[in-house]
Structure formats: C-alpha cells, structure tokens
C-alpha cells in the first residue's frame, strides 16, 4: 500500500470515529441533567467539530480548513465562557436552583 | 524579556502565523507588536532574566509528559466494565505556597490537564486551591504529589 | 523516504487523536457526575483535538501552516483548563445532587460546617 492510500484510508477512519464520538456526546446533550452538563457536552462537541474539520483540511489539502478549526476552537472556549457565566449568575440570583 | 525582545518575538510570530517572511510583513507584525505591548504594559510586570528559559523548558517537558499520562489514564478509567470501584471521586484542598496571580494560574492550569486532578476553586484569601480528584488515593499523597511536583517547577519559573 | 515517514507518522496522530475523542465523548456519556465527565472532556478531549492539529502540522508540509497548527495547539491547551475551571466553580454553585457521589469534599465543608459526604 502507498503512502498516499494509508493517507486517504486513516483519513476516512478517523472522520467515521470523529462522527462517532460527535453523535455520542449529542447523547449527553439530551440527557444531561443539569445545565452545567449540556455546557460540558457542547464544548467537549466543538473540539471534535474542531478535530472533524481539521481532518477534512487533510483529506482534501486544502489549508484554509485549519483557520476554520482555529477559530472554531476560539469560539467554542468564548461560549463555553460565556455559558459558565451565566450559569453563575443564575445561581446568584436563583440561590436553591438545584433541580 | 525585555519590550523590545516581546517586540520581535510577537513579529516573529505573526509572520509564521501568515506564512511569508518579508520584510513589509515583519513590519507589520512588529507594528501589531507594538501595540500589543503598549495596550498590556501595565500587566506585563518587571523584565526577566534569560536564564529561566532553562526552567520553563523543563517545566514545558514536565507537563507535556504528564498531560500525555492523564489521557490515557483517564482513558482507561472511562473504558473499565465496572466503573463504580475504578472512580473515587473527591475535593481536597490544596495548600498554595505561592501567591501572585500569574503564578496560581498557572498552577492551575497545570492541575487540570495532569492525571486524575482537576481545580475547581481558589478560596477567597487565596490560601487554598480546591481540587477534584477522580481516583482518590490519600489526602496527603496527593498533596505531596502536587507540591512537589509542579508547585516546586511553577516557584522556580517565577523565582 | 522522510515524506514517507511523516506521513505514516501524522496518520498515526490523527488516528491517536481521533481515538482520543472518542474516549472522551463516551466518558461524557458513561462517567457518573459532571465532575469526573469533566475529566474525560478537559483531558482526553484536550490530548484528541491537539493531536488532529498536530497530525495536520506533520501532513501539510507548508512551514507557515504547520506554525498556525501548533499554535493552535497550544492555544486549545491554554483555554481547555481555562474553560474547565470556570465551568466547574459555576456548577459546583449550582447543582447539589452530585456532591453525595464524592469519598470526601472539603469544599462543602468549608461553606457547611460538620456536612461531610
């Protein structure tokens, strides 16, 4: 097999097990009991969003993938932030919130 | 590092980041540069030696080795059949010798990205940092754990 | 021959990492309390999402691209905690269910005294 075979087919693997692990942690999403793990899900979700596209700059070559990656990340830790944030300020204003 | 030296290293980065060395580029990161050091001068703090780079370095080695160890501990605490009996769940806290800003976070950072660890709070008098422990073996072992290893490496960056 | 060798050994990080966040995701599912969920995410998910950039720095072959890879990673290694301990102190305020699952929490008996789990 050449190098560029194992390219495209470790490629492929890892999109399938990055789709995976994407659609598990939609699971915690919908189940989550509290907010604060719906947060934790959907953080955990922008990096594999983040390691999903980065493949895909692989597999196509195309580089301008990895500034999308980037910046997904960027925003995935500023709403990740803000969210933890407003969890706090409920709490403030909401002292026995624990449902 | 001194302003200067941020300088460059801050034009050195920019012109990796966009990828083409030229001289209007480096120019143009030394500007950005600039104004970056002017907007933060206040919270850079006093110049440092260059001698320390040997400690971050190590620091840097350290960290990279037990970040590595964490996922694959965790890792196989997530893929154990039984989890009741693999997590031991528990917060400790955890004495800070150090005391600046820079330096707890630092610290914890660190705790969080190393195995079974992760902080979760810092008392108001800063005097202890609260830590969640996933497998929680003695109070004391972990605390010599932390203290020794990196509280001691984090001291000697900033010493 | 060294192509050849970078490129086994990037589809080898892009597996690890890939690997990596998929343990993190079933941990998120399977662990017990937002606490210990927290590891699985901040950790493995941390290592996964750093090793599919570096995996890209290793496959571009382009300085400048490889650059912006690994500052990235170093990014998602700076914020990852970051994001962690903020989200921890938050919930930590805010849900009591989970406190019973811990051997000992010396944080509630800070605030709470003789209330040890």
């Known amino acids: ?99 | 590092m001194n302003p200067a030296m941020t300088v460059v290293v801050l034009a050195l980065i920019w012109a990796a980041i966009t990828g083409t060395f030229s001289g209007l580029n480096l120019l143009l990161g030394g500007a950005i540069g600039i104004l970056a050091v002017l907007l933060l001068r206040r919270s850079l703090g006093p110049p440092r030696r260059f001698r320390q780079l040997r400690n971050i370095a190590s620091l840097t080695v350290l960290f990279l080795y037990e970040l590595g160890a964490s996922a694959v501990r965790v890792a196989i605490v997530v893929l154990t059949p039984d989890l009741k009996s693999a997590l031991q769940p528990a917060i400790i806290a955890f004495p800070l010798t150090v005391k600046s800003d820079a330096e707890i976070t630092l610290l914890a950072n660190l705790i969080t990205l190393t195995p079974g660890t992760l902080s979760v709070d810092v008392s108001e008098d800063r005097s202890l940092l609260y830590v969640h422990a996933l497998a929680f073996g003695t109070r004391e072992g972990l605390i010599a754990d932390i203290a020794g290893g990196f509280e001691a490496k984090v001291r000697e960056v900033y010493s | 021959m060294i192509v050849d060798i970078a490129t086994y050994a990037g589809c080898l990080l892009l597996l690890l990492g890939a690997l990596f966040s998929l343990v993190a995701a079933i941990g998120v599912v399977r662990l017990p309390d937002l606490f210990t969920r927290m590891h699985a995410a901040s950790k493995a998910g941390a290592v996964g999402g750093g090793l599919v950039l570096l995996a890209v720095a290793l496959l571009c072959f382009d300085v400048g691209v490889a650059m912006r890879a690994i500052i990235g990673v170093v990014f998602l290694l700076l914020t990852t905690p970051v994001s962690a301990h903020l989200l921890a102190k938050a919930s930590y305020r805010t849900s009591g269910q989970y406190r019973v699952n811990m051997v000992v929490d010396e944080l509630k008996s800070k605030s709470s005294q003789n209330h040890r789990a």
């Open chain 1, 1 to 99: 097999m050449s190098a560029a075979d194992i390219l495209s087919w470790s490629t492929l693997i890892a999109l399938i097990i990055l789709g995976l692990a994407l659609l598990i942690s939609v699971v915690r999403i919908i189940i989550g009991p509290t907010l604060g793990d719906r947060v934790l899900a959907l953080d955990l979700m922008t990096v594999i969003a983040m390691g999903l596209v980065g493949t895909i700059a692989i597999r196509t070559g195309l580089m301008l993938y990895l500034d999308i990656a980037i910046a997904l990340a960027l925003l995935g830790f500023l709403a990740t932030v803000a969210l933890a944030r407003y969890i706090m300020s409920r709490a403030a204003t909401q002292p026995d919130d624990a449902p």
